[in-house]
């Protein structure tokens, strides 16, 4: 392969709902771009695009391709994105690498979830959107429906550049309004005429080419002026307007395309070329605050953002270069961690097939084999060089608990989930101490299922998933005092310890108090220390010595913190984590023989348990805030939803035909949330959740909770 220079490339990542035809029309493309020299297809499980056994058994796409097509003397590098929400990060991580995108819309289908969802987040990722509508062939192909729905959704935004002949099954051809030509296909493999367009189209074309020039003048102030003085701009005219407003996010031009019958497809690649957004001096971010430039004359510097485990080659990193001219052999570093990396040999890729090169210019795609650090979202660059900003995807809205099926796999799984989580950063793998589970969590019910897919199919491994437990927390809400003698004289040594404890709430803003009534007696307390500990799970512990007359030796205190520490870490009530906790000790009893430390952490520990019952405790769970993203046709149904979930819904916008709901969501209601809103929504809702405070829990609950841990705990002593 030739090296194409910075201006030579364009990156696009194919964006719409599953089974849009983005995989065929990336196979198509790569047609076109002579990669290969005929097309497969999503049918017979030969698309260079779903090359792993995942996709071709369920005949989708789930991880984002690299491909590439050489068309006049360009570079087209594209990804080819998952269409389901559960799989958005590889489209995620190809917005950091492409400047442009193209939305593949269903002509059967108009706008679907998927077209919205990822339309919506090129918006957010600031990519520019070219549509093409595909499908034209098919019997039901709609193309005025499929253009009112891409208005209403878009508005103004949208402007056809072409219009079809024919749509439906007898689909040979479109008028191109941009060169005022109607293009004829006389095969399946994309050999065309190019006409003059029939005088039965004149009205329409001529019609659409004002408004296409409209639309350009919009897109620039010279033109908008050259317009209004002669009302007419040139082929070249029009197409700078359209590329200016198409880089701001102000046009959307529409094409007409069959990937299956590659019509449509060359025009397409066309455009991308002429008005598509070059990476020539696009700017990158670094962690430092910088900037880092798209030029090839900059400090070679790279960004990979996908890694994964391909048969015979092992890990691959793909990589796009930010800047410089990265050549075969070169040595470099990733500037967080200081590691340095040698890239001996490099690539070209397309999908599975992949064309060993001597150098890749700033701009362009490619890919390298078997770093020793080269994860997802690294930046290796040459030294001195600042680190490019990490990639931002959405919080989990999936969490699940997984352990091994076989106890001896424990720690193969362990890895295996680690390293499936390296390659992808939507997942996450923890094991929760508190929880004492493996968390599991992703962007859905699908995507976990992948996960068991590779575990089960690539690492020959078990797995079983389940509901994972809430992290509760236990607080008191009044004082209480409790005396514990633990005593213990069978056999040898005997053991000797009382303490007398008074505990209390710690509320932020109420101050420290030593009076109290104690037996019905006011009594002020001696403070001889005070030591306040932050705790790990969150809130404080303070542990007040109050004891007079040497009733304990000092000697034991540690004894005693170390016995409620205890019970903080495993909560009388239900066994979690206890917080936001004064104790004072106030008295005991010491034996001369028999008190040793054990007798005191032991007295310390149900001192702390009884004294807790009798303090109005309260079992405190996770709130998390969802913000759910609906039709806003499907408000009322996800409204009595989070009722039964004991939601409290805050406050709602709206946003074009979609309403925004803000709620308050326990998070122990939050389990399989994701599959039942698509059910409720027909999978055109989605929602974020994220953690944002500890809340008592209603009554009932907590007489549930309790009876729960009561049924399964064993007495103590
Ligand atoms: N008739 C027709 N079928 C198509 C066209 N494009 C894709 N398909 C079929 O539609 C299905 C989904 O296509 P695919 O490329 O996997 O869609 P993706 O999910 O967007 O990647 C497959 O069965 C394709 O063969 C097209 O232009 N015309
Ligand atoms: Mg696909």
């Known amino acids: 392969m030739k090296s194409y220079s910075t201006k030579d490339i364009r990156n696009v990542v194919l964006l719409g709902n599953t089974r849009a035809g983005k995989t065929t029309l990336a196979e198509a493309m790569l047609y076109e771009g002579k990669v290969i020299d005929r097309r497969g297809s999503v049918e017979a499980k030969t698309t260079v695009s779903d090359n792993t056994e995942f996709e071709q058994t369920n005949q ?47 002509a059967q289908q108009g706008v679907e979830v998927g077209t ?32 009112n729905s891409l208005k209403e959704t878009f508005g103004g935004k949208i402007i056809p550049v072409q219009f079809p002949v024919n749509a439906g099954t007898g689909f040979d051809g479109f008028v191109d309004v941009l060169s005022m030509k109607y293009y004829k296909f006389k095969d399946e493999n994309g050999t065309r005429e190019e006409l003059d367009i029939p005088a039965q189209y004149a009205d329409q074309a001529e019609e659409l080419r004002q408004a296409l020039m409209e639309k350009a003048a919009e897109g620039d102030d010279a033109l908008m002026e050259k317009f209004f003085d002669t009302l007419e701009l040139s082929a070249e005219e029009i197409a700078t307007g359209l590329a200016a407003g198409l880089k701001k996010g102000e046009a959307m031009p529409v094409f007409c395309v069959s990937a299956k019958k590659d019509i449509g497809v060359k025009k397409l690649m066309e455009f991308i070329i002429n008005a598509g957004v070059s990476p020539v001096g696009t700017v990158q971010e670094t962690v430092e605050g910088g900037q880092i430039e798209c030029k090839p004359e900059g400090p070679v510097s790279l960004f990979i953002f996908k890694t994964s485990v391909e048969q015979h080659l092992g890990e691959v990193s793909y990589f796009k270069v930010m800047s410089g001219v990265l050549n075969e052999g070169a040595d470099l570093t990733n500037p967080e961690t200081g590691n340095g990396e040698r890239l001996s040999a490099i690539y070209a890729v397309a999908g599975s097939k992949k064309e060993k090169v001597a150098s890749i210019s ?42 091994a099926t076989d106890k001896n796999d424990e720690a193969k799984v362990g890895d295996a989930l680690n390293k499936i989580a390296a390659q992808d950063p939507t997942i996450n793998v923890e094991y929760s101490k508190e929880l ?101 799970w969150g809130g404080k512990l303070e542990y007040v010595n109050c004891v007079v007359g040497g009733a304990i030796d000092e000697s034991f205190m540690p004894a005693i913190l170390k016995g409620i520490n205890d019970k903080m870490a495993e909560g009388p009530l239900t066994g979690s984590y206890a917080r936001d906790i004064r104790v004072y000790v106030y008295d005991g009893k010491m034996h001369p023989v028999d008190s040793k430390e054990i007798a005191f952490i032991l007295a310390a520990r149900n001192a702390f348990k009884e004294a807790f019952r009798n303090a109005g405790p309260k079992i405190m769970e996770p709130i998390y805030n969802v913000d759910i993203l609906t039709p806003s046709e499907y408000v009322g149904p996800c409204m009595s939803d989070l009722n039964g979930r004991r939601g409290m819904i805050m406050n709602q916008d709206m946003d074009g035909n979609f309403t925004v709901l803000h709620a308050r969501v326990p998070l122990a209601e939050l389990y399989r949330y994701s599959p039942v809103l698509s059910s409720l929504t027909g999978g055109s809702a989605t929602f974020t959740m994220k953690f944002a405070e500890y809340q008592p829990v209603p009554a009932d609950v907590q007489s549930k909770l309790l009876a729960e841990y009561a049924a399964q705990e064993s007495d103590e002593d």
């Open 60 to 106: 989708k796409s789930v991880y984002a391709t690299p491909l590439y097509a050489e068309f006049m003397n360009t570079k087209i590098n594209f990804v080819d994105a998952p269409g389901s929400d559960d799989f958005s990060g590889g489209a995620i991580a190809a917005f950091k690498v492409c400047e442009n995108s193209v939305l593949v819309v269903n």
């Open 436 to 536: 004492r589970q493996t968390i599991l969590s992703g962007q859905g019910e699908q995507h976990i299922n992948l996960v068991k897919w590779r575990i089960n199919n690539e690492f020959k491994l078990n797995i079983e998933l389940f509901a994972p437990k809430v992290p509760y927390r236990e607080t008191i809400t009044k004082v209480a005092t409790a005396r514990y003698r633990h005593k213990k004289q069978s056999g040898g040594a005997g053991q000797f310890g009382e303490v007398a404890i008074l505990i209390c709430p710690i509320v932020e803003g109420v101050e420290f108090t030593n009076k109290f009534k104690i037996d019905g007696k006011d009594t002020e307390l001696k403070v001889k220390n005070r030591q306040e500990f932050e705790l790990e």
């Open 116 to 147: 919205e969802i990822f339309a919506r987040y090129a918006n957010q990722y600031g990519v520019p959107m070219i549509v093409a509508v595909n499908h034209l062939d098919a019997e039901k192909a709609d193309w005025d429906m499929t253009l």
């Open 362 to 403: 700033a701009g362009d795609i490619g890919c390298v084999m078997k770093l020793k650090a080269g994860k997802t979202d690294v930046t290796l660059a040459e030294s001195g060089v600042d680190a490019i900003t990490h990639m931002v995807f959405p919080d989990a809205k999936y969490r699940c608990a997984v352990k």
